[in-house]
């Protein structure tokens, strides 16, 4: 089993909509979670830590369950400048964040 | 001036043929990272170093090496390129207990 998994996608939607999706992680005893942006053949860049009590940033929101395991990323009236690849990230043990696949984010006008 | 560098930004290198790729980071951070990502499979950790006298494996070590030469700089070496070793590379860095990553621009290796 990955340690991190996220539904690939893609999710195509139309711009102003809300687009949702998750990432699940294998190690309960993971303590930091966060969610990256990546853009095509670019670096992974940080787009929000989530926190245990959520994390919200202008349209982004961030959520985590851990009774379930996962973490959550919505993004409200999305904008074309949304399409991406979202990467998930937990800690694995003191030294490793472990990422998932990513999930990619179609936004069209 | 961009936090994370890394040299070169792209390479055609033959099979067998040894390689070093370069990060270098004004940031200040103590941990430095070396991933490799490949299409489906997300950023998999080939080497880690949480000080200059600190390296240890990743996942993936096998076919690598790396080399902390000073807390700004962090060097991966293929000792002999090998086809399935094309990928994009990345560095990366965080420091001390805080796991915020932050990555260089990567280096698209392509191995013939």
């Known amino acids: 089993r990955k340690e991190v998994e996220q539904d690939p996608g893609p999710f195509n939607v139309p711009e102003g909509a809300t687009v949702a999706f998750n990432c699940t992680y294998s190690?309960?005893?993971?303590?930091?979670f966060f969610w990256y942006r990546q853009d095509c053949r670019k670096e992974p860049k940080l787009l929000m830590s989530?926190?245990?009590s959520g994390n919200e940033d202008g349209r982004f929101t961030a959520q985590l369950n851990r009774a379930s395991q996962y973490i959550s990323l919505l993004i409200r009236d999305s904008k074309l400048s949304d399409s991406a690849t979202y990467l998930c990230a937990a800690t694995f043990n003191d030294y490793k964040l472990s990422f998932g696949a990513g999930t990619t984010v179609t936004v069209r006008a | 001036d961009a936090d994370v560098t890394q040299t070169p930004r792209n390479r055609i290198t033959k099979t067998g043929k040894r390689i070093m790729l370069e990060c270098s980071q004004t940031k200040g951070h103590d941990r430095m990272y070396w991933y490799r990502q490949d299409p489906g499979l997300g950023l998999r950790l080939i080497y880690y170093?949480?000080?200059?006298?600190?390296?240890n494996k990743g996942e993936i070590s096998d076919g690598y090496s790396v080399s902390r030469q000073a807390q700004a700089k962090f060097s991966l070496s293929l000792e002999s390129a090998i086809p399935n070793q094309t990928a994009l590379y990345f560095c990366a860095t965080s420091h001390g207990a805080n796991h915020e990553q932050y990555f260089g621009p990567g280096t698209r290796l392509t191995v013939t």
């Open positions: 170093s949480f000080d200059v006298k600190d390296i």
């Open positions: 989530v926190y245990s």
């Open positions: 190690n309960s005893a993971s303590q930091s």
